[in-house]
T-cell receptor, first 116, second 113 residues
Framework: NAGVTQTPKFRILKIGQSMTLQCTQD?????MYWYRQDPGMGLKLIYY???????DKGEVPNGYNVSRSTTEDFPLRLELAAPSQTSVYFC???????????????FGEGSRLTVL | AQSVTQPDIHITVSEGASLELRCNYS??????LFWYVQSPGQGLQLLLK??????LVQGIKGFEAEFKRSQSSFNLRKPSVHWSDAAEYFC???????????FGGGTRLMVKP
């Protein structure tokens, strides 16, 4: 099993450009997440999905969009990139039971994005 | 709203010394608590978790953590640190509603030879 795979690992964007960060998991997890990590700030939740076709905003959703057409894939779209979106982005997945119990989050290796 | 505070941004310990990383949380009900470790350039890996039951939980790599409800704390400990433990450590809290975790700001551990 590959686990959670993110691409690209590094990307430099110019202000106003758009791009998509790809995330795929092969563990048949129902929940998927996008976090951003900034120095000293921990991880902030951008968007999450509880299953195919269902997404919801996290703590810092502005400037981003997501979709979940399959269980495996959860791409993150940046529209009109801004310097404030310079960060390291992590995709994660977990299996949550019907009772809502927390499962372990499995993380990808991250995508470092710089907006100049 | 739930929150997590890790008061120590950086900690340096000598190899073989004991370690305690602090974590304080705010949550309105019984929390689900986690410690994750992040090595440079890597994603986060789960060290241990507390859901219920025994308040002293054992994790991987010789780590343990103790849940103290009265102090709203979930400190991470290791009796003898190895150079390979140098990394960033994150405490996280979540609840029963969905599975959304809130992470602390992290503590970067450096190990002196």
């Amino acid at each position: 099993n590959a686990g959670v795979t993110q691409t690209p690992k590094f990307r430099i964007l110019k202000i106003g450009q758009s791009m998509t960060l790809q995330c795929t998991q092969d563990m048949n997890h129902n929940y998927m997440y996008w976090y951003r990590q900034d120095p000293g700030m921990g991880l902030k939740l951008i968007y999450y999905s509880v299953g195919a076709g269902i997404t919801d905003k996290g703590e810092v959703p502005n400037g981003y969009n997501v979709s979940r057409s399959t269980t495996e894939d959860f791409p993150l779209r940046l529209e009109l990139a801004a310097p404030s979106q310079t960060s390291v982005y992590f995709c994660a997945s977990s299996y949550v039971t019907g009772t809502g119990g927390h499962g372990e989050l499995f993380f990808g290796e991250g995508s470092r994005l710089t907006v100049l | 709203a739930q929150s997590v505070t890790q008061p120590d941004i950086h900690i340096t310990v000598s190899e073989g010394a004991s370690l305690e990383l602090r974590c304080n949380y705010s949550y309105g009900a019984t929390p689900y608590l986690f410690w994750y470790v992040q090595s440079p350039g890597q994603g986060l890996q789960l060290l241990l978790k507390y859901f219920s039951g025994d308040t002293l939980v054992q994790g991987i790599k010789g780590f343990e953590a103790e849940f103290k409800r009265s102090q709203s704390s979930f400190n991470l400990r290791k009796p003898s640190v190895h150079w390979s433990d140098a990394a960033e450590y994150f405490c996280a809290v979540g609840g029963n509603a969905g599975n959304m975790l809130t992470f602390g700001g992290g503590t970067r551990l450096m190990v002196k030879p």
